[in-house]
């Protein structure tokens, strides 16, 4: 991992992402990191996203469930670019309970450049890369 988190989102558990475990369900932890992602994409480009044009698409999740996230948990979903390359650029993502300092759960995923019309691969545009690198203090 990278260094510390800059951008963090505070996650409401409902009871609807409860289990029969009483554990918030995998299913229910993809959406808190989406919402995580989504909001940091919207504050460090300075944009409101539109998905319907939108030219950044998810293309990899991967997942450690660490520790079960329960009902009373007071979680956040914490975000950053690690590393951005031509054509996609690589996220850490992390739940975690802020009474405990517990991460509940650390996800990586990848976002590439996607152009609707065509549905073919695109390259980052160079004005996201400069932002993310500015943002996380990222080198060239």
């Given at each position: 991992?990278?260094?510390?988190?800059?951008?963090?989102?505070?996650?409401?558990?409902?009871?609807?992402?409860?289990?029969?475990?009483?554990?918030?369900?995998?299913?229910?932890?993809?959406?808190?990191?989406?919402?995580?992602?989504?909001?940091?994409?919207?504050?460090?480009?300075g944009?409101?996203?539109?998905?319907?044009?939108?030219?950044?698409?998810?293309?990899?999740?991967?997942?450690?469930?660490?520790?079960?996230?329960?009902?009373?948990?007071q979680?956040?979903c914490?975000?950053?670019?690690?590393?951005?390359?031509?054509?996609?650029?690589?996220?850490?993502?992390?739940?975690?309970?802020?009474?405990?300092?517990?991460?509940?759960?650390?996800?990586?995923?990848?976002?590439?450049?996607?152009?609707?019309?065509?549905?073919?691969?695109?390259?980052?545009?160079?004005?996201?890369?400069?932002?993310?690198?500015?943002f996380?203090?990222?080198?060239?």
């Amino acid at each position: 991992m990278a260094g510390k988190f800059q951008f963090s989102v505070p996650i409401q558990i409902r009871m609807s992402d409860l289990d029969p475990f009483v554990h918030v369900n995998n299913g229910a932890q993809c959406h808190y990191l989406d919402y995580g992602r989504s909001n940091y994409l919207e504050h460090v480009l300075g944009i409101q996203i539109d998905w319907a044009t939108f030219d950044l698409v998810l293309v990899h999740v991967g997942m450690d469930f660490r520790q079960n996230i329960g009902f009373h948990d007071q979680l956040v979903c914490e975000t950053r670019v690690v590393s951005i390359g031509n054509k996609s650029f690589r996220m850490e993502q992390q739940l975690r309970d802020l009474r405990t300092d517990t991460v509940k759960t650390f996800s990586e995923c990848v976002l590439a450049g996607l152009d609707r019309n065509t549905l073919k691969s695109i390259p980052i545009q160079e004005e996201y890369k400069t932002k993310f690198r500015s943002f996380e203090h990222l080198d060239d």
